[in-house]
């Protein structure tokens, strides 16, 4: 008679191994480190959006405003008005120019050519035996004074008709003539020269012609 013998003890068994409670915490601890890194990624990330979407609207905004800028500037009712204001300016300008050009043309604020002419004048119109010391011309040539020597009173009269013949002395004349001996005669006759001296004014003195 055969006997069997159960050899089987389940503490032969392979036993499972499970992890332990500080295995799960470090898991745990590394699930949310990396949740808090991924969750502050994501919310940079969010920030940065949110910055370029305003400085999207911003420049939108203002390529808005610069295109109705444009708009008003250059449509035709402005352009029209522009250019009316342009046409206004310019004829003020125009007609401001021709007032003074009259004003100075009229004499009404002097003489606008210089003397230059003057003194051309009396060049041409030069006398042998005369000759001019001095001249004094106020204004456009209304009040003149005219100083000189001649070696003859004879040759006045002559010289002041030759000089109305220039254009610049036309409408002018001399209303008073004054002549006299030189200093040097008078303090001693002896040492008379042959001359006189003589003086032409245009505005009359007390004194009248000598």
């Not at 089987?8 to 990396?34: C, E």
């Amino acid at each position: 008679m055969s006997q069997q013998i159960n050899l089987f003890n389940p503490i032969f068994l392979k036993q499972k191994k499970y992890f332990s409670v500080a295995t799960m915490m470090q898991a745990l601890g590394m699930i949310l480190l990396g949740s808090m890194l991924f969750y502050g990624y994501a919310w940079y990330q969010v920030q940065q959006l949110a910055k370029q979407t305003q400085e999207m609207t911003k420049r939108y905004e203002s390529e808005q405003k610069r295109l109705v800028n444009y708009a008003n500037e250059f449509s035709p009712q402005r352009s029209t008005q522009m250019l009316n204001e342009e046409l206004q300016a310019l004829e003020a300008q125009a007609a401001a120019q021709t007032s003074l050009l009259d004003t100075l043309r009229s004499g009404a604020i002097g003489n606008t050519q210089g003397y230059s002419e003057y003194m051309r004048a009396f060049a041409r119109q030069s006398v042998n035996g005369l000759w001019l010391t001095g001249f004094d011309i106020n204004g456009d040539g209304a009040q003149m004074v005219l100083q000189g020597a001649a070696t003859g009173p004879q040759l006045l009269p002559a010289y002041i008709q030759r000089l109305s013949q220039e254009s610049v002395m036309r409408g002018k004349s001399f209303a008073t003539l004054r002549m006299s001996q030189p200093k040097s005669v008078t303090d001693n006759p002896s040492a008379a020269r042959g001359y006189v001296e003589f003086s032409l004014q245009s505005t009359p003195t007390d004194g009248g012609t000598k």
